[in-house]
């Protein structure tokens, strides 16, 4: 049986169609939002049996059908050669506002912040929602009382479409003509105020035309979901779903501010004066082997009678350094982290010994991505300003 014309576009529960006897018939199909346009068709196998199911015979031009779940097997027909084509594409282009709306539904598992962030109400959340479903055919959320869990389609959807999603975003940003390229990076907060901010006008001294956002956080991000470029982390390395590389070494050594070795205080120059002192510590050495901590740095120094443990606990290695640099004590120094404060004479080391460290700092970037000479031209100034700290 051969489908000599089709409505342009299928938005009810049936369409017009006439077969190349000229009878008109009605023909189901499992989605109503699918779209196809003005052309022919011909039965793959050529079994109508099979592949079209007749759904009434009603009066003439009033006619309307919908093609069948076999529409993968319907070929474009060429009415002037006779020949088949192409296979028609099972459904047109999901709604982009759906699956914006999805991606935000999902990443919250609620309708109602879902249409804070998107300043929508959580009735027009439910009905982008429900207006994806019924195109795709299945439940992507189980909606219980109060609350909403994806299913397991669902999931699998929102695993991909937020990754997508934020890659177009990134890329619609690029291409927008008259605007500075925007370069977003993401990095640990005694990275930023440390290390970057202090040399990222030589970047902007190169590049003036790109606009450098730099979030900071501890933990790690989804480098595609939210639009990050580049990454510096201190770590062991290995991370997954992104392309690193090691950008610096992370010895460690005491700091402490110079005020805090004036004449009237003990003497600092061994090891084992330091019980004189209060030791500063972050959480970033505790349970992971091979990061410098108190104890760690003691024992390689030789030092006895000092108490590893005593002294005051800060939640990040900024912190403890900016403790010290107020005077309240010595902490255990990252090289990259503390060499702006050597070098303008906020804090000094006031004992020698080094302890190498399991961590390091790493670049990151998104994976498989390359060709962005943005990117590119970043990552290969933050090598070059982490050689000069090296020499």
Known sequence: MRIFFAAKRIDEKYFIAINESGTHRFVGIANEHQYVSTQFFDSHDGDPSWEIRIVSNRGCWDKRVVL????????RYDHWTHSPGMLVKRRHAASLNALRTFEAAARHLSFSAAAQELFVTPAAVSHQVKHLEAYLGTALFQ????????????QALADTVG?????LDVALDRAMPGISADLRVTTMESLAAKWLAPRLHRFHRVRPDVRVHVITS?????????GFDVGIRYGAGGYKAVSCEALMDAQAFPVCAPSLLSND?????????????????????????GVPSWGHWLKIAGAHGVDALRGPVFASIYLAQE????GHGVAMGIAPLVEEDLRQGRL??????????????????????????????FCAWLHEEAGASRR
């Open 265 to 289: 205080s003990p003497p600092l120059a061994r090891p084992e004066d330091l019980r004189h002192y209060t030791l500063l510590h972050d959480e970033s050495a505790r349970g992971r082997p």
């Open 348 to 377: 000094v080391r006031p004992l020698e010994p080094i302890a190498e460290n399991a961590y390091r700092f790493w670049l990151i970037r998104q994976a498989g991505r390359k060709g962005d000479a943005t990117v590119d031209a």
């Open 323 to 326: 403790a010290a640099i107020a």
């Open 68 to 75: 069948d779940f076999s529409l993968q097997n319907l070929m």
């Open 218 to 226: 501890d933990e790690h991000v989804d480098f595609a979901k939210e």
């Open 143 to 154: 909606r219980n009382h109060r609350k909403v869990v994806l299913t397991q389609e669902g």
């Open 163 to 167: 990754d997508l999603l934020g890659q």
